[in-house]
């Protein structure tokens, strides 16, 4: 009966932390011991990672440039399916969920790969080094339009999902919010378009300066002249300018003070 729970305990983890398991490797895991298991599951660094030289050998379009979407499905499928890494790999999937792209509009699976080789390599690690790398990712730039994000002409697309998502629930941080009420209007409360806009703004305007080519998907930011905004700095919502000079967003804030 002491064997069974082991089993059934171990099965429940394995269904929380990985994609499951068969019998034989339950089995396998229960004589390895539970907390041996836990912490292998934390180290995937400790098991080999999955060998694309047989996905290469039975499935060799995967490497054709740019990209096909049903083998950008094999190549993610055989991950999930091969991988010694059952944790990390799952990350990747939550991950790629919360930060949601797709090749209805990247249309390059290579970039949707490289993603979620991204999520491989920080998913368990700390979410603001996570979040600092993702917003200089190729395939999130494009995915929410910050390759169109200029100083002069500024798209709020990445700030606002930024603030509003990836960040944590900025809503209720705004003066006269109630916590759970809506953009625009409140209850309880007077309207915080206006602030939330500023926000949003300002947010994108500090991320004018992380865009990518789009001809040639370079993952390098390119800085923009501080006369039109902010230069980057290890924050994607910092603002900082060199010594003596200042963007038209912090030049614009101190007059209206």
């Not at 806009?197 to 390119?222: C, H, I, L, M």
């Amino acid at each position: 009966m002491a064997y069974q729970e082991d089993i059934e305990l171990m099965a429940h983890l394995m269904r929380r932390a990985s994609f499951g398991a068969g019998r034989d490797e339950l089995e396998a895991r229960v004589a390895k011991g539970y907390e041996a298991t836990v912490e292998e599951l934390l180290h995937p660094e400790t098991q080999p990672a999955v060998d694309m030289y047989t996905l290469l050998r039975y499935q060799p379009a995967s490497l054709l440039p740019g990209g096909q979407p049903p083998m950008g499905n094999v190549n993610f499928m055989y991950h999930l399916v091969n991988t010694k890494r059952p944790l990390e790999e799952k990350m990747a999937l939550f991950w790629h969920h919360v930060f949601a792209t797709g090749n209805s509009k990247v249309d390059n699976y290579d970039q949707l790969l490289e993603q979620i080789g991204l999520f491989r390599r920080h998913g368990m690690g700390n979410y603001r080094d996570l979040l600092v790398t993702i917003a200089r990712n190729p395939t999130m730039i494009f995915w929410l339009d910050n390759n169109q994000n200029h100083g002069t002409a500024v798209n709020e697309n990445w700030g606002r999902e930024l603030l509003e998502l990836f960040a944590g629930p900025s809503r209720p941080r705004f003066r006269g919010c109630p916590t759970g009420g809506s953009r625009g209007s409140s209850s309880t409360g007077p309207k915080i378009t206006t602030m939330a806009r500023r926000s949003f703004s300002a947010t994108a305007a500090a991320s004018t300066a992380k865009t990518s080519s789009t001809s040639s998907w370079n993952n390098r930011p390119v800085r923009a002249s501080c006369a039109d905004t902010c230069t980057t700095s290890s924050s994607p919502t910092s603002l900082r300018c060199p010594p003596g000079r200042s963007s038209r967003l912090e030049s614009k804030r101190r007059s209206t003070r």
